[in-house]
């Protein structure tokens, strides 16, 4: 069986809903990730992953994939029919890419990350000024479309969802950008997604001095 190794309300949410959406079963793993403990045996995440992150995907030959875009990309691929990615030579697969790298990238790495695990000391100023800028494209882009890619949701809107549902922790009001918002309320509406959330908030909940 796939297992995913978490953290509640991190990154991997996006490779929850991705697998929920696909119909996948797995075994959930959570991870403590200040104490980089695995919770279920208290065993050392590092030896599952040396980059000490979260999403771990234990594929079922028993080999490991980590970066949420590789991991979001694996999965959809377990499950074309569902349409969670374009397929492969179909030219929206390019632009799923480009929206996983974006959001890993230019919302997560740049300044969700710091946010959450930066003292502000005054360094986070200029990663916060990146927000508006980076925000707008988005939110230009989806002023007119139900989903980033083509016509039905795919993994991009899993990882682009988990992002919007940080950032109002993370300090930023996602109603200066109405298409965001709108866009996340319709997200949520998704039982899988709202189910996904419920699921790691819950969890969040009984570990306190977990971070993001
Ligand atoms: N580039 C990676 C980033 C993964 C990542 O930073 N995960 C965070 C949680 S959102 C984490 O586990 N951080 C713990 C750490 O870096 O020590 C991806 O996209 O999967």
């Not at 929206?92 to 959001?103: G, H, P």
Request: hydrophobic share 45%; net charge neutral; glycine share 4%.
């Amino acid at each position: 069986m796939l297992q995913l190794y978490f953290s509640p309300m991190a990154c991997s949410l996006a490779s929850r809903i991705a697998l929920m959406e696909a119909g996948l079963e797995a075994r959930y793993r959570v991870v403590h990730l200040r104490t980089k403990q695995v919770v279920d045996d208290d065993s050392d995440f590092r030896d599952v992953a040396p980059k000490g992150a979260v999403p771990v995907l234990v594929l079922e030959n028993g080999e490991r994939l980590t970066e949420s875009a590789a991991v979001l990309q694996y999965i959809a691929d377990l499950k074309p029919e569902t349409g969670l990615a374009p397929r492969l030579g179909d030219p929206d697969r390019y632009r799923l890419q480009e929206w996983l790298s974006f959001v890993g990238a230019e919302i997560h790495k740049a300044f969700l990350f710091p946010t959450f695990w930066y003292k502000d000391d005054g360094s986070l100023a200029k990663p916060r000024a990146r927000i508006p800028q980076t925000l707008s494209v988005p939110s230009a882009h989806l002023a007119d479309r139900e989903f980033l890619v083509g016509n039905g949701f795919t993994v991009a809107d899993a990882h682009l969802t988990w992002a919007l549902l940080l950032l109002r922790p993370a300090g930023v009001d996602i109603t200066q950008w109405p298409s965001l918002a709108a866009y996340l309320e319709r997200m949520q509406e998704r039982p899988v997604v709202r189910e996904a959330i419920a699921t790691e908030m819950a969890l969040r909940k009984t570990m306190p001095a977990n971070a993001a």
